[in-house]
T-cell receptor
Framework: AQSVTQLDSQVPVFEEAPVELRCNYS??????LFWYVQYPNQGLQLLLK??????LVKGINGFEAEFNKSQTSFHLRKPSVHISDTAEYFC???????????FGAGTTVTVRA | GAVVSQHPSRVICKSGTSVKIECRSL??????MFWYRQFPKKSLMLMAT?????????EQGVEKDKFLINHASLTLSTLTVTSAHPEDSSFYIC?????????????FGPGTRLLVL
């Protein structure tokens, strides 16, 4: 079984500033890692995923994340945010065997002008 | 891209009645679909895995007689909340895995907001 910890519940940030959302996980087996974004009253949209290979993963909308196995982390970054990035962000992990997702508690990003 | 729809988007019902929520994969076949529940300001909790042509697999603590799941075709799974009570009010989200696509990828529906009065 896995668990996911998102260390920041809320992150306020000014437009065009960088943002980092932290995610740590625990698992006894090899995992896949994901970041999803949820806009108000909508379902989840995949931002990016790590399956294997390069530890730096680039996703949609200018987001990227880095997998750090030794620190069991998968932090999400964007160098310059827009107002439209205001949303809820979820980190998720699945075992490579069964593909069921376990989600973190989410981080609310609020971008202000 | 892979699109998943849910119907209805929101529903209000009286306590004691049953409500059916549909999840459809619009442009791909989905042998496996998942049902999640999301409370306000909270994360998603996996309720069950829906398998086409067989019984759903429920997560620990989820009442299978309360939340009936039917996955009768490769593009449709339904979740029926039976004898709904106010504590069943929540945001229900489904996801689907493309049978022919990457197994680790789930495509999410827009969610159904259920309010039980």
């Amino acid at each position: 079984a896995q668990s996911v910890t998102q260390l920041d519940s809320q992150v306020p940030v000014f437009e065009e500033a960088p943002v980092e959302l932290r995610c740590n996980y625990s698992s006894s087996v090899s995992v896949y890692l994901f970041w999803y974004v949820q806009y108000p009253n909508q379902g989840l949209q995949l931002l990016l995923k790590y399956l294997s290979g390069s530890t730096l993963v680039k996703g949609i909308n200018g987001f990227e994340a880095e997998f750090n196995k030794s620190q069991t982390s998968f932090h999400l970054r964007k160098p310059s945010v827009h107002i439209s990035d205001t949303a809820e962000y979820f980190c998720a992990v699945s075992d490579q065997g069964d593909y069921k997702l376990s989600f973190g508690a989410g981080t609310t990003v609020t971008v202000r002008a | 891209g892979a699109v998943v729809s849910q119907h209805p988007s929101r529903v209000i019902c009286k306590s004691g009645t049953s409500v059916k929520i549909e999840c459809r994969s619009l442009d791909f076949q989905a042998t496996t679909m998942f049902w999640y529940r999301q409370f306000p300001k909270k994360s998603l909790m996996l309720m069950a895995t829906s398998n086409e042509g067989s019984k759903a697999t429920y997560e620990q603590g989820v009442e299978k007689d309360k939340f009936l799941i039917n996955h009768a075709s490769l593009t449709l799974s339904t979740l029926t909340v039976t004898s709904a009570h106010p504590e069943d009010s929540s945001f229900y989200i489904c996801s689907a895995r493309d049978t022919l696509g990457a197994p680790e990828t789930q495509y999410f529906g827009p969610g159904t907001r259920l309010l039980v009065l």
